[in-house]
């Protein structure tokens, strides 16, 4: 339901906005080509895929309760991805900006804090490693 | 009593398994699990402390009891989006 | 350069991604079908052109400033608009989230606070009026 | 000397026109401007004390002095996004 294997069209999950919303504020992480200085060649993504699920879910419920008025929409991809691919897409619909950026901050954040997916850095030389971002500065 | 484990990420790559049956005692704990586990691969605890847990898919704490046919997994640190 | 009379295809705009971008936050400003508890038919948005072009580009200029890894795309409708067509459209790339949040809610904060662009809501009675944000609640 | 004068939104609605070219006095102000018109236009002041003002499409304070061949326009509170 909001993981797939399937590439993120981002532009297709923007349409769903109901006539009585204002705003719609997305977050897209992408897969890029640098990570802590090294080069990144592609990333392949893991999860605990029923427990990914659930959590996202808690999280997506967990908005509607914060913010009763915005609609969130999540995907997240899972597999082998390379550079410039879409691996989470947030879309939050509201009546107004303000809450559309706030839902969409606080999806995109808490997805990252909790849910169980991990990412393998593939460099250009064949190695990989796991990321670790409790190691890493809190905005990266 | 037996529990089904889940390694992912490092602690599959340390483990060199997906997952596997185990046999515990009676009235062990999530904790009492971790310091089995780290006993046998001390790989483990490359990762420092005892990593979140989850028992039947929702995160729980390190005092939680296993009860038979658990599903249980300790998780590396995760880096989703 | 950045208004335009002709609509906007949100989805196109997010395509510019760079290869060094991980994070991608966008912001669509939408007619919707109320406003302050009046039901709305359509939106005629009119500009001080010339001028709103060149506040844009000041603002694009000092986002680049504060945000020198992001890269900020803006493009304001002006003409007649029907509910659901997109007025603005901003889409913020970054290496990182953080940043990338922050260059895009500084966009439309200040686009909404300074361009020379005024609205006039026209009611599904034929009636309409201009649209005046200093009389209501800085989130709308 | 004369000055190119732009309406907009609800200034164009109260004066009945988009623009006009307008003689005033040299060394008027931007304020001075704005008194003159309300004194013709009273409906100006329905949005209180004087609005932002541009000269040649640039914003400018109310103690700008005008000169020959400006571009001047008093802005109705902005509404764009």
């Known amino acids: 339901m909001y993981l797939t294997d399937a590439p993120i069209d981002a532009a297709s999950l923007l349409a769903a906005a109901r006539t009585s919303d204002g705003g719609v504020c997305s977050f897209f992480g992408v897969v890029r080509d640098h990570h802590l200085g090294r080069a990144t060649k592609r990333i392949a993504y893991e999860s605990y895929g029923p427990m990914a699920e659930a959590e996202i879910g808690k999280i997506v419920e967990g908005l509607a309760r914060e913010w009763p008025d915005t609609q969130v929409l999540v995907r997240h991809r899972v597999g082998m991805l390379e550079i410039g691919d879409v691996a989470v897409a947030i879309v939050a619909w509201s009546p107004h900006r303000a809450e559309s950026f706030a839902a969409c901050r606080a999806a995109i954040d808490r997805i990252k804090a909790t849910v169980p997916i991990w990412k393998r850095e593939i460099h250009p030389d064949g190695t990989s490693e796991w990321v670790n971002p409790t190691s890493e500065s809190p905005s990266r | ?81």
């Open chain 2, 1 to 81: 009593m037996r529990i089904r484990l889940l390694y992912f990420a490092t602690f599959r790559d340390v483990s060199g398994r997906d997952s596997e049956e185990r046999q515990v005692a009676g009235g062990s704990k999530v904790s009492d699990l971790w310091r089995e586990l780290t006993g046998e691969m001390p790989g483990l605890l490359r990762t420092g402390s005892m990593p979140p847990a989850a028992v039947n898919r929702e995160y729980t704490g390190p005092d939680t009891v296993l009860a038979e046919g658990d599903e249980v997994a300790f998780l590396p640190p995760v880096a989703g989006g």
